[in-house]
């Protein structure tokens, strides 16, 4: 079974330009979640959805910042106008319906550097 | 909220040596999950191991087993037989049992397997 697929896994970009990274999730999984992972502040949450409805986005650092999650196999995460300080790894996680602690699969992450 | 505390932010081990890992965290939770993920130089999250909090037995992947201490809200994980393969980052994590449930991680312990 193929895994979550997220693209592109590096982004090079200015300061002040839009940045989209996609994700789709595993089959059948009907949780997504967006991350970000930096070396200060490790892995933060930053929104999550449940059967495309984003559930809670109080991770989600500042206005520049929105996911979607159109239908159920594709998520954006877009950073607009895009600064140094977003400069992170972005991972994409999906998981199992039911409640019952079931884990999240995580793919191989989007390395966004912006100049 | 919850919180996970992984206090030991690097550890190193001989090959073929055992190695424990510390995570404690807080709940007011009475029935919860907890896992431990592997992030690797690769950078990709991978899922090691996954107790649930309703059950006694400790859990157990391979070389991987927990010691899951529900009253002092501990969590270690075990490697056995060390791999050079198992050099990588450690994360541990929470869940609390429900729909719309996230993951709360820890800080993570760096892991070094010396040959």
């Known amino acids: 079974d193929a895994g979550v697929i997220q693209s592109p896994r590096h982004e090079v970009t200015e300061m002040g330009q839009e940045v989209t990274l996609r994700c789709k999730p595993i089959s059948g999984h009907n949780s997504l979640f967006w991350y970000r992972q930096t070396m200060m502040r490790g892995l933060e949450l930053l929104i999550y959805?449940?059967?495309?409805?984003?559930?809670?986005d109080s991770g989600m650092p500042e206005d520049r910042f929105s996911a979607k999650m159109p239908n159920a196999s594709f998520s954006t995460l877009k950073i607009q106008p895009s600064e140094p300080r977003d400069s992170a790894v972005y991972f994409c996680?999906?998981?199992?319906?039911?409640?019952?602690?079931?884990?999240?699969?995580f793919g191989d992450g989007t390395r966004l550097s912006i100049l | 909220a919850q919180t996970v505390t992984q206090s030991q932010p690097e550890m190193s081990v001989q090959e073929a040596e055992t190695v424990t890992l510390s995570c404690t965290y807080d709940t007011s939770e009475s029935n919860y999950y907890l896992f431990w993920y592997k992030q690797p130089p690769s950078r990709q999250m991978i899922l090691v191991i996954r107790q649930e909090a309703y059950k006694q037995q400790n859990a157990t992947e391979n070389r991987f087993s927990v010691n899951f201490q529900k009253a002092a809200k501990s969590f270690s994980l075990k490697i056995s037989d060390s791999q050079l393969g198992d050099t990588a980052m450690y994360f541990c994590?929470?869940?609390?049992?429900?729909?719309?449930?996230?993951?709360?991680f820890g800080k993570g312990i760096t892991l070094s397997v010396r040959p």
């Open positions: 996680a999906s998981s199992r319906p039911g409640g019952r602690g079931q884990p999240q699969h």
């Open positions: 994590a929470f869940m609390k049992t429900g729909a719309n449930s996230k993951l709360t």
């Open positions: 959805f449940n059967n495309n409805v984003p559930i809670d």
